[in-house]
């Protein structure tokens, strides 16, 4: 089973940057498509970044398009995504997520999750 486990989340004043990780246990990232998923309070999770297993090509919400990068390091079984010009609107708790197809960045087609790690864009 694939265990995952966000770390890096904090507090960042707007404009500034912050780069998160996801580390796996339990198996390896080798095989799986990878994502970062966001949820503000009262709002539904959505797909910010995913990374697919193969050909390692990337989806980004269009919103961090320019702003954010995501990659993995498949030696390390950690994916990261970086952050940069942070704005109060990238507030919410981050979650990781694996999936062994990963056709869409969408929540449910990613079966492993992480337990999220909250990111506050404030001044």
């Known amino acids: 089973q694939l265990q995952l486990e966000e770390s890096g989340g904090g507090l960042v004043q707007p404009g500034g940057s912050l780069t998160i990780s996801c580390a796996a246990s339990?198996?390896?990232?080798?095989?799986?498509?990878l994502g970062w998923f966001r949820q503000a309070p009262g709002k539904e999770r959505e797909g910010v970044s995913c990374?697919?297993?193969?050909?390692?090509?990337?989806y980004y919400l269009d919103s961090v398009k320019g702003r954010f990068t995501i990659s993995r390091d498949n030696a390390k079984n950690t994916v990261y995504l970086q952050m940069n010009s942070l704005k109060p609107e990238d507030t919410g708790i981050y979650y990781c997520a694996a999936d062994r197809v990963g056709n869409y960045c969408s929540v449910p087609d990613y079966i492993y999750w992480g337990q999220g790690t909250q990111v506050i864009v404030s001044s």
């Open positions: 339990g198996s390896t990232f080798n095989d799986y498509a």
């Open positions: 990374i697919s297993s193969s050909d390692g090509g990337t």
